[in-house]
């Protein structure tokens, strides 16, 4: 979901700077076809990635007769690839990534390593180790340029964002924002140290469709909730509201005094986009496990933006941010100056890839 919503911002600018040009977007999970639904511009639309075997790649491709392809971060299906270079239809990949691991498993085929590197026009990497990787197994990389650092600020509905704000009531908000399994239970048991006036929590899973086995788990430990998704109302008495809809973060981004970002405080996840509330002038605490933003975490940690805990000292961090709300406020400041700095990618990669898009007749 992640890598189809750094796509957004690309893909208004090409139907900005083109509007003959439609955008078809691919992804494997139900979720970001839902997300997608949602959120692409006019003349852009959505289908599911086709089962990378060569009678599958070659019926899709068959079928969408492509002009230009663009794959994000490490999304490397071989055959869909080599089609597309059979047909010689041009192949950008931005945010290029490549982890270690991923690295040592091409180091074992070296010469299908280089064929695939070698089907894209151009590589755009998303960080230096990445460049590197890719250059050592044959593959020719342009300028760091990151598209997950490229982004509008999340939407909001005003009337909806008045009414919640109306509803929670004036005590502090913690928002516990994308979280996983295991991670709810860590966040609520240490918010229920904190002191008083302690915050109003709002859970808000990255996948909700486990609501429900949330908010049981929640009442079973006596702590009184509101599901959103079966629109119950929050009362005086409501001390979670649980924010299990999709699509709807710039609405908790913009009602949390504070923020605690999921996937990070767990193993296998590394991390989610910290740079969705910094648009919107908001630091984060987030936990250690971050590897999928390696390209963006030194930025906010050298402007002192973003605030990285392990489980047992999430507390601290917390306690910390109740106490000094001015530091809290100056770090989501820097924040959001860190993420118009990381904006510019964008130009840099529309550099790169406006000369490949297609015109009526060839290419420019």
Do not use: C
């Not at 997300?35 to 692409?40: E, G, Q, Y």
């Amino acid at each position: 979901m992640g890598e189809s919503l750094s796509h957004l911002p690309l893909i208004a600018r090409i139907r900005a700077e083109r509007p003959d040009i439609s955008v078809l977007v691919t992804t494997t999970t139900r979720t970001a076809a839902s997300l997608m639904a949602r959120r692409l511009p006019e003349g852009a639309f959505h289908q599911y990635v086709p089962v990378d075997t060569p009678q599958a790649a070659r019926r899709f491709l068959d079928r969408w007769q492509p002009d230009l392809a663009i794959f994000v971060e490490s999304e490397l299906w071989p055959n869909l690839l080599m089609g597309l270079r059979q047909r010689r239809v041009p192949v950008a990949l931005l945010s290029a990534r490549m982890t270690e691991k991923s690295y040592r498993g091409w180091m074992k085929w070296p010469a299908s390593a280089r064929s695939v590197l070698r089907a894209f026009s151009i590589i755009l990497p998303q960080d230096t180790h990445t460049a590197s990787r890719i250059g050592m197994l044959g593959g020719t990389v342009g300028p760091l340029a990151n598209l997950k650092g490229v982004g509008l600020p999340l939407p909001a509905d005003n009337r909806t964002l008045m009414a919640l704000h109306d509803a929670l009531g004036s005590a502090p908000r913690l928002l516990a924002a994308s979280t996983h399994p295991e991670e709810e239970v860590l966040i609520a048991s240490v918010w229920d140290t904190l002191p008083e006036p302690k915050p109003r929590l709002i859970l808000a899973p990255r996948h909700p469709e486990r609501g429900d086995a949330i908010a049981a788990d929640l009442r079973a430990a006596g702590i009184r909730i509101a599901q959103r998704s079966r629109d119950e109302a929050i009362t005086p008495e409501t001390e979670v509201y649980l924010a299990d809809t999709l699509g709807e973060l710039g609405l908790f981004f913009r009602l949390a005094d504070t923020i605690v970002l999921g996937g990070s405080f767990t193993q296998g996840v590394g991390g989610h986009n910290p740079l969705e509330p910094a648009r919107l002038g908001k630091a984060v605490i987030t936990g250690p496990d971050l590897y999928n933003w390696d390209a963006v975490i030194p930025a906010l940690e050298a402007r002192r933006a973003i605030a990285i805990t392990t489980p047992s000292d999430l507390g601290k961090a917390l306690r910390l941010a109740q106490r000094d709300r001015v530091a809290y406020v100056e770090a989501g400041q820097r924040a959001r100056d860190v993420a118009a700095e990381l904006d510019k990618a964008l130009e840099v990669i529309w550099a790169y890839l406006a000369p490949l898009l297609p015109i009526r007749g060839g290419y420019q």
